[in-house]
């Protein structure tokens, strides 16, 4: 029977900083534009918590029963670990995804923008056909295109127009450079599980790349995010100095990558690439708000 610690682990507790990080940076664009709404920016992160949550044990089931969890370098999963029941897990994404749909009408409803139900519809979708349903897209190398489109763009500048009724291009700038880190995420967790995914038939994009490109593309992804920052601080001292902050991100993640860390040893990499998503968009808030 798993226990809570079990639950936690399957919750994939390092990646939640992805989700939260994108509604801070939509905030932050809120406030610099003057249309900061707290119950708003609130509802946006309870959608972006449970989906990230229901996304994750919906990757935990879908891979589990197609046993590519089988054999892992990183914890043991519910699912393929043998931990619970397979539809004990797919029943915990799905109350996610219904959380953070009831979460998502809440803010339809204070918004008044009710053509966004559509996009939540998708996000759920995207979310399940990640690694589920015949032909998983996160199978065929295209998962950090879908990351960078709602992790990225939905949440950073959903949180802004859901706020502001605007979508300017600074929430853009920021939800790219949100989005590049949360895909800098997946893919150090890709590059981890090469040797498994390369057997098993999944064909992430670091399976695609290469163990060297891959982590090369990590660095890129890092490099992005900085050069965004970098942009939006264009005219504004503040911003300028809270980029020339997160180019430390950078340079503290990189080194273990690029010299050949595999394995467990990149957990603490991936651990830590998500903690720098969440003070990549807290120093964006502080900066535009200063």
């Not at 809570?4 to 989700?19: K, M, Y």
């Not at 050069?227 to 601080?233: K, S």
Request: aromatic content about 10%; some cysteine; proline content about 5%.
């Amino acid at each position: 029977m798993a226990t809570l610690n079990d639950w936690l682990e399957g919750a994939r507790i390092r990646t939640l900083p992805a989700a939260v990080a994108p509604v801070l940076a939509g905030t932050g664009v809120a406030i610099h534009e003057g249309g900061f709404s707290l119950p708003r920016a609130l509802l946006a992160a309870g959608i972006a918590l449970f989906f990230q949550i229901g996304v994750n044990f919906a990757n935990d089931y879908s891979d589990g029963v197609r046993g590519t969890d089988d054999v892992r370098s990183g914890p043991p999963r519910l699912t393929g670990g043998g931990k619970t029941s397979p539809t004990v897990v797919k029943a915990a994404a799905f109350t996610c995804f219904a959380l953070g749909a009831a979460a998502g009408l809440a803010l339809v409803a204070l918004s008044g923008q009710w053509w966004l139900i559509g996009a939540g519809a998708a996000a759920i979708l995207a979310a399940w056909y990640y690694t589920g349903g015949e032909h998983p897209y996160g199978y065929m190398g295209l998962g950090e295109v879908f990351v960078m489109i709602f992790f990225g763009y939905m949440a950073t500048v959903g949180t802004t127009y859901t706020q502001t009724g605007t979508a300017p291009w600074m929430a853009w700038v920021a939800g790219t450079g949100v989005g590049l880190i949360a895909c800098a995420l997946l893919m150090i967790n890709n590059i981890r599980d090469i040797p498994t995914d390369s057997v098993t038939g999944k064909r992430t994009l670091a399976v695609r790349l290469g163990d060297n490109r891959a982590r090369w593309a990590y660095v890129a992804m890092l490099v992005g995010a900085l050069a965004c920052a970098v942009m939006i601080g264009v005219g504004s001292w503040p911003v300028l100095m809270g980029a020339i902050a997160i180019a430390l991100g950078p340079i503290l993640l990189t080194p273990p990558v690029l010299k050949g860390a595999a394995g467990r040893d990149l957990i603490p990499v991936l651990r830590d690439t998500g903690l720098f998503e969440l003070c990549y968009a807290i120093v964006l808030i502080i900066s535009l708000t200063a």
